[in-house]
């Protein structure tokens, strides 16, 4: 299987240059391990996977065997299943920063959930550099295979896989691996035809507002179960809820959040859609084309952007504003469409923020500029507009 080259590897070994460790975060089959193994060839270094027990047992006397390690790269994989080691983490980077080893000791690599991101902040917090290996984006890929991309999806064993069939039959063991061993794994107790249910509701309303009663009604459970069943796949990286733009007070502005299934691989898989015919046909086709360039145009921003939606009263609309970490807005239309206009809203919209960039992403393949300061461009020229701010 050809792997492609990851853009993150550029910036997690810049951090382990100057940070004393990188935690890496990201769902499962992302591409973590082949990552951090490409790493660690490069570096003096040990890996060490926490799914095997023998290296679990290893760490049963932690500092002892970390001591040993001194001055070497380690790369600790499924972090997760022995949380108390980041205690143990925390004093090893202080005593090994006191004998003047500050940068590049560890790299810490976990399936994202609430105990590995609240251990790791507390006890980690101004010691290491964290970072989001996201599937692939159409950057890593190429503009060539847009549509294999949209279809497929970008975790690696998906969009590499020989032919469409195999893709939708590795994405749909992924969802029930997920679902029937991963999320127990955690020590969550979901029913898992419940949770099932849930992602394939999410599915069918794919960029919709999100409505918590609706989705209580749907699953025959409380708004506060909802609520927790969503967390969950949020903070396993599998679903993004897209705040509203809050900071206009003067404005009537929308309330709820939009959600999205961050990869639209898993979304057509829970769909059933296996091929780009079935999915030019599908209903979901606006919002799957829409959660796919937003997640592809979030991944590649410079860390610290803010992304979020622009939705008023009087219908005044922007589909994605990132918000740089220099304070500059960025408007975005997302329209699966060879033509380009933006409706007034957009337009209103755009103004009441100040948006220094006005962008429609479309489906056509040339820049053209509009009204109103709007340039309508492919999604991988926006891409690299964005990736060449980071």
């Keep these: 299987m050809v792997m492609l080259d990851r853009h993150h590897r550029k910036l997690i070994e810049?951090?382990?240059?100057?940070?004393?460790?990188?935690?890496l975060l990201g769902p499962r089959q992302v591409g973590k391990t082949t990552l951090a193994q490409d790493i660690a060839e490069a570096r003096d270094a040990v890996y060490l996977d926490l799914e095997r027990s023998a290296d679990r047992q290893i760490l049963e006397e932690p500092d002892l065997y970390l001591d040993e390690q001194l001055g070497r790269l380690v790369v600790i994989d499924e972090v997760q299943f022995?949380?108390?080691?980041?205690?143990?983490?925390?004093g090893q980077i202080d005593r090994r920063r006191?004998?003047?080893?500050?940068?590049?000791q560890f790299l810490l690599l976990g399936s994202a959930s609430r105990e590995l991101l609240h251990q790791s902040a507390e006890s980690l917090a101004g010691r290491v550099s964290y970072h989001e290996l996201t599937p692939f984006t159409l950057l890593e890929t190429g503009s060539e295979h847009l549509s294999r991309l949209w279809l497929r999806g970008g975790f690696p064993d998906s969009f590499l896989a020989k032919d469409d069939r195999s893709s939708l039959r590795w994405r749909e063991d992924f969802i029930r691996t997920y679902l029937e061993r991963d999320i127990p794994s955690f020590g969550l107790r979901i029913p898992a035809e419940?949770?099932?249910?849930?992602w394939t509701m999410l599915a069918h309303s794919q960029g919709g507002l999100l409505n918590i009663?609706?989705?209580?009604?749907?699953?025959?459970?409380?708004?506060?179960?909802?609520?927790?069943?969503l967390d969950l796949l949020i903070d396993l990286m599998l679903v993004r809820r897209l705040q509203p733009?809050?900071?206009?007070?003067?404005?009537r502005l929308v309330k709820s959040p939009k959600v999205f299934?961050?990869?639209?691989?898993?979304?057509?898989?829970?769909?059933?859609?296996?091929?780009?015919e079935a999915l030019l046909g599908h209903p979901v086709v606006g919002g799957s084309w829409e959660g796919y360039c937003i997640e592809n145009l979030i991944s590649v921003a410079p860390r610290g952007t803010e992304a979020s939606f622009y939705r008023s009263a009087a219908g005044a609309e922007i589909d994605l504003v990132l918000k740089l970490p220099d304070g500059q807005i960025w408007a975005l239309e997302i329209k699966r469409a060879t033509t380009p206009k933006v409706t007034r809203g957009f337009h209103t919209a755009a103004e009441e923020l100040g948006a220094r960039k006005r962008l429609l992403v479309f489906a056509g393949d040339k820049h053209v500029p509009g009204p109103g300061g709007v340039r309508a461009l492919p999604l991988s020229h926006a891409l690299q507009m964005l990736s060449d701010l980071a």
Excluded at 14 to 20: M, W
Excluded at 194 to 198: G, H, I, N, Q
Excluded at 215 to 223: E, K
Aim: aromatic share 8%; glycine share 12%; no cysteine.
């Design 245 to 251: 733009w809050h900071s206009n007070a003067g404005k």
């Design 194 to 198: 419940t949770l099932r249910r849930f």
């Design 82 to 90: 022995l949380p108390d080691l980041f205690r143990v983490l925390r």
């Design 98 to 104: 006191r004998k003047g080893f500050r940068t590049g």
């Design 213 to 229: 009663s609706t989705h209580a009604s749907g699953l025959g459970v409380s708004s506060t179960s909802v609520s927790r069943y």
């Design 261 to 276: 299934i961050r990869d639209v691989g898993l979304l057509h898989a829970l769909l059933g859609i296996g091929s780009l």
């Design 14 to 23: 810049e951090a382990l240059d100057s940070q004393a460790g990188v935690v």
